[in-house]
C-alpha cells in the first residue's frame, strides 16, 4: 500500500513554544490531507481537512490560530501547534487521500507532550 | 444517529477462533468501505478496501459489506496474539468531497 510518512514520532516541548509536525505522502500525490487528535483508548477526532494549495477548513472547536496547518504540496502538509499548552499534549496523527481515488492513508502518529 | 456504529467491545478470544467484527451504518450513499488495524500509539494501517457490495479475502481476512442492510464485517480467521489491536471501520460515498466517516474502533484480545 502507499505510504505516508509523519515526523516527528515524539516530541516534548516546554508551555509556550511551537511545535511543527510534518505528513509526507512517499508513493503518490495526495490531493487531500486530514489532521486528527486522538486521546488514549478513544477514537480519531478530526481537526481539519487541508486541500494543497488551499486553506484548510477546520472541524468545529478546533482553534485554526493555535493549529496552523499547510498544504503546501501534494506531498506535504504540516500541522504547527502554537503557543503549547499542557492541554495540547495529545497523539497527533495525519492521513492522506491519493488524488482521484477513496483511499485513505495514515501516517504512524505524533506523540506530544506539553511539559 | 451516528453516521457509523460501530461495538467498541472489547472482544477478548483465544487463539485460533474466528474474530467477527462489525459496523453499520445510516446513509445509504456511501460506496467505498474500509478496514483498519490500529496499535497502541500508532497511526491506523489500512487492511481491507472493497468498493460497493460483496465479499473480499485477503489471508485471514475477509472483508463483507451488505448494501441492503447497510451492514459491513471483517473476519478474521485463525486469529494470533499479534491481532490484538484496535480495529476502525471506514467509510465514504465519493460523492461528498472529502469525506470520511468512522467508526469509534473495536478492542480486539487475542489470548495465547
Known amino acids: 500500500g502507499a505510504v505516508v510518512s509523519q515526523h516527528p514520532s515524539w516530541v516534548i516541548c516546554k508551555s509556550g513554544t511551537s511545535v511543527k509536525i510534518e505528513c509526507r505522502s512517499l508513493d503518490f500525490q495526495a490531493t487531500t490531507m486530514f489532521w486528527y487528535r486522538q486521546f488514549p483508548k478513544q477514537s480519531l477526532m478530526l481537526m481539519a481537512t487541508s486541500n494543497e494549495g488551499s486553506k484548510a477548513t477546520y472541524e468545529q472547536g478546533v482553534e485554526k490560530d493555535k493549529f496552523l496547518i499547510n498544504h503546501a504540496s501534494l506531498t506535504l502538509s504540516t500541522l504547527t501547534v502554537t503557543s503549547a499548552h499542557p492541554e495540547d499534549s495529545s497523539f497527533y496523527i495525519c492521513?492522506?487521500?491519493?488524488?482521484?481515488?477513496?483511499?485513505?492513508?495514515f501516517g504512524s502518529g505524533t506523540q506530544l507532550s506539553v511539559l | 444517529q451516528k453516521e457509523v456504529e460501530q461495538d467498541p467491545g472489547p472482544l477478548s478470544v483465544p487463539e485460533g477462533a474466528i474474530v467477527s467484527l462489525n459496523c453499520t451504518y445510516s446513509n445509504s450513499a456511501f460506496q467505498y468501505f474500509m478496514w483498519y488495524r490500529q496499535y497502541s500509539r500508532k497511526g491506523p494501517e489500512l487492511l481491507m478496501y472493497t468498493y460497493s457490495s460483496g465479499n473480499k479475502e485477503d489471508g485471514r481476512f475477509t472483508a463483507q459489506v451488505d448494501k441492503s442492510s447497510k451492514y459491513i464485517s471483517l473476519f478474521i480467521r485463525d486469529s494470533q496474539p499479534s491481532d490484538s489491536a484496535t480495529y476502525l471501520c471506514a467509510m465514504s460515498s465519493g460523492n461528498t468531497g472529502n469525506q470520511f466517516y468512522f467508526g469509534t474502533g473495536t478492542s480486539l484480545t487475542v489470548i495465547p
Open positions: 492521513s492522506a487521500r491519493e488524488g482521484g481515488k477513496e483511499k485513505l492513508f
